[in-house]
C-alpha cells in the first residue's frame, strides 16, 4: 500500500471512530497524512488545525476533546512525537479519549542512525500503547496512539474525495444499577474533578455537605460548601465518620488528610483515568454513584452551612481590607464574571486553589462549565488547553481562562497561531507575581530555607507580558486594582485577549496563613 492509500486509510478510521478535530503539526514524513486531513476538511467531515509546535498542538487537541469534541493530532516523526508526551499523560490519567497519529520511518530504518528516526513503539510508555496500524481500533476509551510507517512517495498524485460514514465519539458508559447506602453516620460527599451532577445529587438527597472541586462539575446548590478546605481543620471536620468520594479529588491537603483518617469510613465510586485505584483506604467500593436510603438529619448540613457563611463573610472582610489586589480576589473576579452558559478553564497551582476558595455557589442547571487539566496536575499546556476548550464549545455566553504568569509563559506558544486558523472568543487572566507563590506556602516557604527560596521556587522572571503578548498581536491589558480587573473582564474585545493581574507574591504565606486561620 502507497503512503497517501495508507494515510487516506488512517483518516477514515478516525472519521469513523468520531473524530471531528483534527490537529497537524508541520513535517515531511508525516505529509501524507497532512493531505489526507486537508482533504478530509474539504468535505466537511472534520475541522482542520494547523500548529507549529507539538507540545500545544496536544494540549489543543486535549482542550477539543475535554469539550465534547473527539481531536486527533498528527506529528512527524523524531522528537516531535516525544513532545506528545505531555498531553497524552494528561489524557491518560483524566480519561479524555485523545488520539495522536505520528508518522514514522519504515521499519527498516530503526537501529540505522537515519535521520530522525528513533523507535517510536510504546514510546508514549506503558500507560499508552502503540496501535499497529494495520490492526487499527481508535474506537476504543482513552488516549489511542497510532504510529504509521511512511515510506516515499510522501506526496499524493490526486485529490481525495472521501466516501466516508462519520461516527460518534466514544460514549462514557456507567452499569445500570442502582446502589443504595445508609444514612446515619456524618457523610460528606468529596467531589474531585470530573464528578458531575450526581455528586450534588446524592449530597441534595441525603442532607449531606457536598465539598466540591470548582472543576467537579457538581458545585452548585445549596449543599455545596465554599470555605469547605477552611472548616476541614475545624471541629466539624474532626466529627466526620463517613466520605463519599466521586471523580479525581487532588486540591487540598485538608481533603487528602480527611480521606486518610483511620477514624473515617471511605466509600469509593468510579473515576475517569488509567489509575482507578486510590491513594488512601477505602472502605467500600461502589460501580456507581449511590443513593441514599432515607434523608439524613438536616442538623448536621445546617451546622456547615451557617459555618460555611460565617467564615466566607470574614474572608470576604479580610481580602476587601488589603491594600493590594489579591490573587483571591482575581479568582473570584473571574468567577463572578462567568455566565450562565459559559466556560471556564483554570490552571494547576494557586490560580485553582484560590478559585475553589472563592467560586460562588452557582445556580442548579445554569450550563457553567468549569475545566482544569486534573489528571496529572500540570502547569503545561493550559492556554492551548483553553483555546481548544473554547474553540469545542462555540455556544458557550463567554469563554475566560484563569492562570499564574509562569503557566501562562510555559504555554506562550499557544499564543502562536496562524491568519486561517479558527480563534475563539477567549479573555485569558493572567495572574502575574513574577514566580511561584504556591510553594510559599508549602514546607519550602519556611523561613529556614528564606536564602534558598526565590532561585530554587520563586524562579522570579521578569518577563514583560504586554511585549510577549505584542509578538503575537495578541491585545493585552495590565490591571493592579479590582476595579480595573472588573472593568476589563466586564468589556471583552472579541477573539483571544490577555488581562495581565498584577498582584504580590512577597506577603503570600502570611496572607495564606492569615486565611487558613478563620475557621470557627
Not at 494547576?348 to 489528571?375: H, Q
Not at 469563554?399 to 491568519?419: K, Q
Request: aromatic share 4%; net charge negative.
Amino acid at each position: 500500500m502507497t503512503s497517501t492509500a495508507l494515510a487516506r486509510s488512517v483518516l477514515t478510521a478516525l472519521v469513523e471512530a468520531g473524530v471531528t478535530e483534527v490537529v497537524v503539526c508541520p513535517g515531511s514524513r508525516n505529509a501524507p497524512l497532512s493531505f489526507a486531513a486537508y482533504d478530509a476538511a474539504a468535505a466537511g467531515l472534520v475541522r482542520l488545525h494547523t500548529r507549529i509546535d507539538e507540545r500545544s498542538a496536544g494540549f489543543l487537541g486535549l482542550g477539543l476533546t475535554r469539550n465534547g469534541r473527539r481531536a486527533a493530532v498528527v506529528c512527524t516523526s523524531g522528537t516531535a512525537v516525544a513532545n506528545l508526551h505531555p498531553a497524552v499523560l494528561e489524557a491518560a490519567h483524566a480519561g479524555v479519549d485523545l488520539v495522536v497519529v505520528t508518522a514514522d520511518r519504515p521499519a527498516r530504518m530503526r537501529g540505522t542512525g537515519a535521520n530522525q528516526t528513533t523507535d517510536q513503539v510504546g514510546i508514549l510508555g506503558p500507560l499508552v500503547p502503540t496501535q499497529d496500524v494495520a490492526d487499527l481500533d481508535v474506537r476504543q476509551a482513552g488516549p489511542v496512539h497510532v504510529n504509521v510507517p511512511l515510506d516515499e512517495p510522501l506526496v499524493p498524485e490526486d485529490r481525495w474525495v472521501p466516501d466516508v460514514v462519520p461516527g460518534t465519539p466514544v460514549a462514557r458508559v456507567r452499569p445500570a444499577v442502582h446502589v443504595t447506602i445508609p444514612s446515619g453516620p456524618r457523610t460528606v460527599v468529596v467531589a474531585g474533578d470530573d464528578a458531575g451532577p450526581p455528586a450534588r445529587v446524592l449530597a441534595e438527597s441525603a442532607g449531606w455537605p457536598l465539598l466540591a472541586e470548582p472543576s467537579s462539575g457538581s458545585r452548585t446548590g445549596a449543599n455545596a460548601i465554599r470555605t469547605y478546605r477552611l472548616l476541614l481543620a475545624s471541629h466539624l471536620g474532626d466529627r466526620v465518620e463517613r466520605v463519599v468520594v466521586c471523580g479525581h479529588p487532588t486540591l487540598s491537603r485538608p481533603v487528602t488528610r480527611l480521606l486518610s483518617r483511620p477514624d473515617v469510613e471511605v466509600v469509593d465510586t468510579p473515576s475517569y483515568g488509567v489509575w482507578t485505584q486510590r491513594p488512601f483506604p477505602v472502605a467500600e467500593r461502589l460501580p456507581v454513584v449511590p443513593a441514599v436510603d432515607a434523608p439524613d438529619d438536616p442538623a448536621w448540613l445546617a451546622e456547615w452551612q451557617a459555618a460555611d457563611r460565617g467564615v466566607a463573610a470574614r474572608l470576604d472582610a479580610l481580602l476587601a481590607a488589603e491594600p493590594d489586589l489579591t490573587p483571591h480576589e482575581v479568582a473570584g473576579a473571574v468567577a463572578r464574571a462567568l455566565p450562565e452558559g459559559g466556560l471556564l478553564v483554570v490552571g494547576a497551582s494557586s490560580p485553582v486553589r484560590d478559585l475553589d476558595l472563592m467560586v460562588p455557589r452557582y445556580r442548579v442547571g445554569a450550563r457553567r462549565k468549569v475545566l482544569a487539566n486534573r489528571g496529572l496536575a500540570g502547569i503545561d499546556g493550559t492556554v492551548s488547553t483553553a483555546v481548544g476548550a473554547a474553540l469545542a464549545r462555540p455556544a458557550s455566553t463567554r469563554a475566560l481562562a484563569l492562570m499564574g504568569d509562569v503557566t501562562f509563559l510555559h504555554d506562550a506558544n499557544g499564543l502562536v497561531i496562524g491568519p486561517d486558523e479558527a480563534v475563539p472568543d477567549l479573555t485569558i487572566v493572567v495572574v502575574n507575581d513574577d514566580g511561584g507563590s504556591i510553594f510559599t506556602m508549602l514546607e519550602q516557604g519556611a523561613v529556614e530555607y528564606a536564602d534558598q527560596y526565590e532561585r530554587l521556587f520563586g524562579t522570579p522572571h521578569g518577563v514583560d507580558l504586554a511585549s510577549l503578548c505584542a509578538a503575537t498581536r495578541t491585545p493585552h491589558l495590565r490591571v493592579t486594582s479590582l476595579p480595573e480587573l472588573e472593568q476589563a473582564l466586564a468589556s471583552p474585545n472579541g477573539g483571544i485577549e490577555v488581562v495581565e493581574a498584577v498582584v504580590r507574591r512577597d506577603n503570600r504565606r502570611e496572607l495564606d496563613e492569615r486565611i487558613r486561620a478563620l475557621r470557627p
